[in-house]
């Protein structure tokens, strides 16, 4: 169970039982093998209904789509450990439904899911090259439609995307030893850039824009098409999906000077080849193994990976065994078959983010969808729900921040990271337990669409022991204490059940389904719930 809470949205009986059968590793390779569930086409079925009389998709709308299409996954999807890994590289690379320039085009965001799911278990590099091309990201960190520096105009570059696909998508702020350590110079960590490699990089990330069958001719059409997408006249239904073209018309020939490489100004503007160069250099540099590799830790098994578990996954990445970089399958799987990620210690194990917390829940009580599209809702608000919600996050520098020490904590003493306590406060944990009290009792969403199923925890009611014990059997791997299960039997045995009659089964039912409540809302409450050991 600790193993699937690590590399699922939570365990289930069937995943127990097929880990005990065959193993941890060959799971994994099972996992891997598994079809991918394509989050693209399930915004395709759901916007048929609301297409117009012309059958054409309007690109826009179905904003909820993609959240819909995330938590059926997470809740029923086989893949699971393809979409904790797509989960996973949401929070490194984000973009948000929250930007009214990506929300308008949420069929985009859709295959944004797909496309990590798929490079996410590919090469680094290839995903950093479609993570760079990709329409959305384009939109949200403002490089689509950037264009070469005019003296006349005084325009210069967007550094935008030149900044954060180094600070936040391959090497970050300071210079790395393998082991994920700082590089120091005389005491104080050395950064990786400056602002003049930004300016550089920022000059690579011209002349990308939307993909239209006009590219790349030199025409009217062709400016249409990199300022507008359109295309004779009209936004193309693919634009958010199709990866950005490089149009040499808007792409700088001024050189190019970033992180200690040089691209020669160009006689010929080549977007595609300083792309090329730019993104081999992000991908090659010694820093990007550790930097993503420590991250990954931190959102599969630990917040506070030792030097060797961060340097044992940065060699991984290194070379795969078989003198391949940037294989991600590999870096996952050594993640989580690391021997830390098996053992335990006094400070492993990191916060269940409230997102892991629900899907944990649901999984764990077999919820099902009424409408059968997951309509699991709006879950950012903190004080009347998660405060977290997939796709939603607030910012480019997500929920929360990888290396985040909670000031004031017994944590922050011994100098311990606990990003998943940014977005803990008093306001969001009473949010908490009052939204889960409601999914506990009614379920989740509009119209509770999504209800959990409580038939083996009704048939144990009558005994609070048996049902607490039921209980903690799928939410917790042996983490809770004999002094809290104690507690919450007690807790349950003192709701009564009246004796049952002929003409009283309502109110027996009742007081069974008021214990089963009880049960599971005060383990989902308990702090052994909400940290991942």
């Known amino acids: ?112 899911l797909d496309m990590l799911g798929r490079d996410g278990l590919g090469n680094y590099r290839v995903l950093l090259e479609s993570v760079s091309r990709s329409p959305i990201m384009g939109m949200y960190l403002s490089h689509i439609r950037n264009q070469k520096a005019d003296l006349a105009t005084g325009r210069v570059p967007d550094e935008n995307f030149a900044r954060e696909v180094m600070q936040l998508f391959s090497i970050g702020l300071v210079e790395l030893n393998e082991d994920g350590t700082p590089r120091t110079s005389r005491g104080v960590p050395i950064e990786t850039y400056s602002a003049a490699d930004v300016a550089g990089m920022a000059r690579v990330f011209t002349g990308w824009s939307w993909a239209c069958p006009t590219w790349p001719n030199i025409s009217e059409e062709t400016r249409l098409c990199f300022l507008a997408g359109n295309d004779s006249g009209r936004a193309g239904p693919d ?47 010694r820093n990007t193994g550790p930097f993503i590799g420590k991250q990954l830790i931190q959102r599969f098994v630990t917040s506070n990976p030792s030097p060797t578990y961060v340097r044992d996954v940065a060699l991984v990445f290194a070379n795969n065994g078989n003198g391949v970089r940037g294989d991600m399958k590999a870096v996952i799987k050594a993640v989580l078959m690391h021997p830390e990620a098996r053992t335990q210690s006094d400070i492993s194990g990191k916060v269940r983010e409230p997102v892991l917390r629900l899907s944990a829940f649901l999984r764990a009580f077999s919820a099902t969808s009424s409408s059968g599209y997951f309509k699991v809702g709006y879950t950012n608000d903190p004080g009347s729900s998660l405060g977290q919600m997939p796709l939603y996050a607030p910012s480019v520098f997500n929920f929360y921040r990888p290396g985040y020490v909670a000031p004031g904590t017994t944590s922050a003493a011994r100098n311990l990271l606990a990003p998943e306590l940014q ?95 009880i049960a599971v809302l005060l383990v989902l409450a308990s702090p052994e719930f909400a940290v991942q050991r």
Do not use: C
């Open 1 to 112: 169970m600790r193993f699937l809470t690590q590399a699922t949205f939570g365990p289930v009986e069937a995943d127990i039982e097929r880990v005990m059968t065959i193993g941890y590793s060959a799971w994994i390779d099972e996992q891997f093998a598994l079809p991918a569930f394509s989050h693209l086409a399930y915004w395709d079925a759901r916007d048929a209904g609301i297409r117009g009389p012309d059958g054409k998709s309007p690109n826009f709308g179905g904003h909820e789509h993609p959240v819909e299409s995330f938590w059926k996954q997470a809740v029923t999807g086989p893949d699971q450990l393809r979409h904790r890994v797509t989960f996973a590289l949401s929070q490194i690379f984000v973009i948000s439904l929250l930007d009214s320039g990506v929300s308008g085009v949420s069929r985009g965001a859709a295959a944004w």
């Open 239 to 285: 634009r958010g999906i199709n990866l950005m073209r490089g149009f040499s018309q808007f792409h700088s020939t001024e050189d190019k000077k970033f992180l200690g490489t040089t691209i020669p100004a160009q006689a010929q503007a080549a977007p595609d080849a300083s792309l090329r160069v730019a993104l081999d250099t992000l991908a090659n540099h």
């Open 423 to 517: 977005i803990a406060n008093e306001t969001a944990a009473a949010g908490y337990v009052n939204y889960m009290r409601d999914a506990v009792a009614m379920g989740v969403g509009p119209q509770r669409d999504v209800k959990p199923d409580y038939a083996a925890e009704l048939a144990l009611a009558t005994d609070p022991t048996a049902l607490v014990d039921s209980v903690l059997s799928k939410l917790t791997y042996g983490s809770v204490g004999d002094a809290l299960r104690k507690d919450i039997i007690d807790t349950v045995g003192r709701s009564p059940i009246p004796p049952a009659t002929a003409t009283n089964q309502a109110a027996v039912n009742t007081a069974k389904r008021t214990r089963v409540n």
